[in-house]
């Protein structure tokens, strides 16, 4: 193995790795970690490499599994950014944030290609024309409401002179998922954007399964901290630990708290380690959506119906947090037309490729699961059909009755491009199946427009409501838009508390805050987004109204 | 042992106990449990009695230990309240409050005689003056705030038709503390009031020290529920379970949410139960509250301090979750002019008297373990001195170096009437100490006030600012106004989350809310608080602007 280290003549350590990709790219070699501003050579001994999903071969260049020494230098330096940035005003983390969507535009490029590679998500719509300009305006608008500071719900007693708001929690550890490279990243995505800007430090642990697109990313953050100076443990990169070391890591005196989007097993080992020693830690894991369709939409609707259901259940083949993997619907002939036009459309649309060999196993494992458990395939259920990682657009279906009785089984989560349909003899039955739901983040509801599936609507929302964190009307859980009154999130199993979402500004930025309160403490000794004086403009609960305006007394 | 119970003719369950207080209180019969309305003979095998902590004696009487049939019973009837009362307007909740409010007045010197019987805490000012009072405001606050909907943060994307706002949690079990019967009770306190205003069935564990205040606190609940029509589980009570049992309740899947104030073992055991199935549980746990005074403000003050001091550690014989168990000292003659003035205050102060058997134990354990940690008796130290269970006094001192090298130890909660006074060589020893507090409730700052120890205080200020919930200026950290800026939480191990506040209304009532998102939902099925005209007059967060008005379309 060859190795070409340039190295800081000040420091000793070696120099971004962003100038050597062309030779990483064609060569051997491991490479570095992010560690307290500089790119390290990791003292790990195991390495791993990217696969691209779509031709199941190993990418050039090799990933390190850190081990704990080097995970607690980087716990050791988010701490000592904790310290330093401490008292500063959002101003501070907006400027980093700016700086970053701009460099992260600047090499927009190699971002789409590494991640096009390493994922087999499409180039166009997807990496380049959705997910790329929503990453960097996830970044900007936290940076605005990081300036503007109403995000912490400042509220001030004038009379009491008791003042309180939330500030930073401390260094928090982002685990990113495999489904989003850019938008979900943890050294670029929504938890990234929400930590920073609620002024925290990140260690950013990266996916296995797309490390060239995360040290892009990594590389480009170091750039921006370095110009808007911000200390150097500010952000951090590590790719891989030990499950133990991982455990450590979200448990750590110094760590803040955690956020971490992926599969539910390993998220429920981290939860456990946070939640010993009382770190907030913000989960989301797998979640199956219900969509319960009424029989006055059938009616009214089929096709468009058919045509809506199938094309978000296979949009980026199915790999979305919000895919709907289960659909209710009422037994009569509507209904079996409706299961037969999806099927048909499962059949015509191209198969895609999955994230990587694990999706693909967890992907046949879980179809296998629900068939073990009752289903039966109405379509698909035979793996390959596409390019790589493969398996056949599959719908299954199972009667109601069988649900209620094998229900925990029946929500196993077939991760991709499947759906399982539910079809209740009565009203009775259908309600019983909602009662069988485990915690979701979305549930959708379809119903005519004439107002013949009122009735019934009124008796299955309020049930479906207390499962899930979104309820839609009439519309595909697909899009997660990036609003302030979005909730990407719901009842446990699908996170760790139902109070708090992933995805929307300014709620997502209050995850990583702690309520700090000032009680009789002399005015020019507090923050600034607490004074008489309202500097930032931002929305206050000044003695029980909000306001932008100064505290008068 | 005789039994005389009154049958309701048409339910053939026990009639409420409050006929038979006088009965209750001269012979030995075991109190019925209220489950769904009912006040039901228990199925226990075992019980109980309350102890009068001045004259040690038992209070004649029996409570059940109510066995898991009964639990379960009281879970499925207050999941059915759950059910019964989704969408409910916020009026109906607050009608409840305040109708039960209003009961709590009416038999305010039963409630009040049988508190100072069962905890020794004196009838005025405390029970009567203070915390019966405050009890009542807390409810006609939490009324106010669920009728008016704010608490809930609405929040309003107009364009894209997203709305969220927090809705009922579900469930929440309430376990009250030992040491304010009334403020904090499971069936009357802050987190009662707060579960309900949020639209929750409380089910209240009552503390095994006043189950005669609980009592009477629970059948004013359950009248004042009769009479604004909630459902028969909306208010219930246990008085006390197995552990094991504990853990099965506050693990159960119907459950919403736990609030649990009290000691710091039972609470984490309960919490690993919770956290394991994703339940929320907000704990307020034990917590010493330091308390930092800088040279220049014992120079411009000592006496005034002393006695500020001393009256606050002392105060309620030191049975407060804020009281200062630590003072934070720099090595001069002041300090220890200042620790030998507070030392002649303590020996000059009455002893209070334990608020029970338990407490006195863990007390004497607490200085025992303080002592074998380094740290010395400046005076006190020996039990007794006071009516029934007490201990003198008692006043400890440790130097800064030994602190920071036995830190946990040294953390050690001597809850009651003691403090640990820690001298530090230098700044830098002081800074380091406070580099080793774990999370805390509270801490204090006192600084002259001329400018003298300014510097100082920007160097410790920052440094505690991270340890607490609540940072005071020259102030004793005992009083805990309800005020919607205060927090009454902290980093663990004081609380299980630094996000939440404890007392406070609006933002303690956000602890038992799930978050529910309503996306492109039809406007005439959004929930009042959500739609277009604001019935209630709430604040709501209209795209991204707080108002009270309408949105207008």
């Known amino acids: 193995m060859l190795w070409v280290v340039f190295l800081n003549p000040a420091s000793h350590s070696p120099i971004a790795t962003i100038q050597f990709i062309p030779f990483y790219e064609t060569h051997s070699m491991t490479y570095p970690v992010l560690i307290n501003g500089e790119w390290r050579v990791s003292t790990g001994t195991t390495t791993f ?44 983390f907006a400027k980093f944030l700016e700086a970053y969507a701009a460099k992260i535009e600047q090499r927009a490029d190699a971002l789409i290609q590494t991640a096009n590679q390493e994922t087999a998500l499409p180039v166009e719509p997807r990496l380049k024309v959705a ?19 109403s995000w912490a719900l400042p509220t001030i007693d004038s009379k009491a002179n008791i003042r309180s708001v939330l500030g930073p929690i401390g260094p928090v550890v982002v685990f990113g998922p495999n489904n989003f490279p850019f938008a979900f990243n943890g050294a670029s995505g929504g938890d990234f954007a929400a930590a920073v800007a609620a002024g925290n430090p990140v260690i950013a642990k990266g996916h296995s399964s797309h490390p060239g697109t995360t040290r ?10 370095r110009e808007t100076d911000m200390p150097p443990g500010f952000v951090q990169l590590i790719y891989r630990t030990s499950h133990q070391d991982g455990c450590k890591l ?77 659909v209710v619907l009422l037994k ?40 073990k458990a009752g289903a039966t395939v109405v379509t698909g259920g035979q793996p390959g059909g596409g390019k790589g990682f493969s398996h056949r657009n599959t719908l299954l279906r199972v009667d109601a009755k069988t649900f209620i009785n094998n229900s925990a089984d029946l929500q196993t989560e077939a991760f991709g491009n499947s759906s399982l349909m539910i079809v209740a003899q009565d009203e009775a039955e259908l309600l019983a199946v909602l009662d069988h739901f485990e915690g979701n983040l979305t549930g959708c509801i379809y119903s005519d427009t004439q107002g013949s599936d009122d009735g019934l609507y009124d ?42 979402t992933a995805v929307g500004i300014p709620a997502g930025i209050r995850r990583f805050g702690m309520l700090q309160c000032y009680d009789a403490v002399r005015l020019h000794r507090l923050p600034p987004v607490l004074q008489n004086s309202n500097s930032t403009g931002a929305w206050r609960l000044v003695d029980g109204k909000w306001t932008q305006g100064d505290v008068v007394t």
Chains 1, 2 share one sequence.
């Open 332 to 371: 009569n002939s509507a209904a079996e037309q409706f299961i037969s036009v999806v099927a048909q459309k499962f059949e015509a649309a191209a198969v895609g490729t999955f994230l990587g060999e694990g999706v693909q196993k967890n992907f046949i494992a879980g179809i296998q699961a629900l068939q």
């Open 49 to 92: 490499q990217a696969v691209n999903p779509a031709t199941t071969e190993a990418i050039a260049g090799d990933y390190p599994v850190s081990p704990w020494s080097e995970v607690e230098a980087a716990i050791n330096a988010a701490a000592a950014a904790s310290k330093a940035t401490r008292g500063w005003p959002g101003e501070r």
């Open 459 to 500: 008796r299955v929302a309020p049930a479906l409501r207390t499962k899930v964190g979104r309820l839609l009307n009439d519309k595909a859980p697909t899009g997660v838009a990036v609003s302030p009154a979005m909730n990407h999130g719901g009842p446990f199993p699908a996170t760790g508390h139902p109070g708090f």
């Open 250 to 326: 979200v448990s750590h005196p110094s760590i803040g708290a955690i956020g971490y989007t992926g599969a539910r097993h390993t998220g429920l080992v981290l939860k456990e380690a946070a939640d010993k020693v009382g770190k907030p830690i913000y989960l989301e894991l797998s979640s199956i959506n219900p969509v319960i369709i009424l029989p006055g939409a059938l009616t009214e609707r089929l096709d468009a119906l058919a045509a809506d259901f199938s094309s978000s259940c296979l949009m980026g083949n199915g790999q979305f947090c919000t895919n709907p993997g289960i």
């Open 216 to 225: 892009l990313f990594a590389e480009a953050a170091r750039e921006a901290a």
């Open 131 to 149: 997910e790329l300009p929503r990453t960097v305006s996830q970044l900007r608008q936290a940076a605005a409401a990081a300036r503007e500071g």
